[in-house]
């Protein structure tokens, strides 16, 4: 089972000269709640919905956003999974996670 959420978080990267772009998360704050990234499961590039780059709705964000599924645990939590999108536009990061697995 899985949740959705579009929840800002602060992430903690890996070193700069990390060749990925943008950079592995290395950990992240989520709901007053600190995370550590264990392990990265996956990551891929999501196209914006078609239909916000033809002008048919907000085009407040940049057109791709690169998803990380990570393995990270929490501050007395049992590990679990998580997908952060990491969204540049203009050499402003955002971050969010945007589902938790069970």
């Given amino acids: 089972m899985s949740r959705r959420y579009h929840d800002p978080v602060e992430v903690v990267t890996a070193d700069p000269a990390d ?12 709901r007053r709640r600190n995370y550590r990234v264990r392990a990265v499961l996956a990551r891929w590039i999501e196209a914006e919905q078609w239909w916000r780059l033809a002008g048919f709705g907000p085009a407040d964000r940049s057109p791709d956003a690169v998803v990380w599924r990570v393995e990270a645990s929490g501050q007395g939590s049992a590990l679990g999974v998580f997908e952060l999108l990491c969204r540049t536009d203009a050499g402003r990061t955002d971050w969010f996670l945007v589902r938790t697995h069970d």
């Fill in 19 to 30: 060749p990925a772009d943008p950079p592995c998360p290395r950990a992240f704050r989520w």
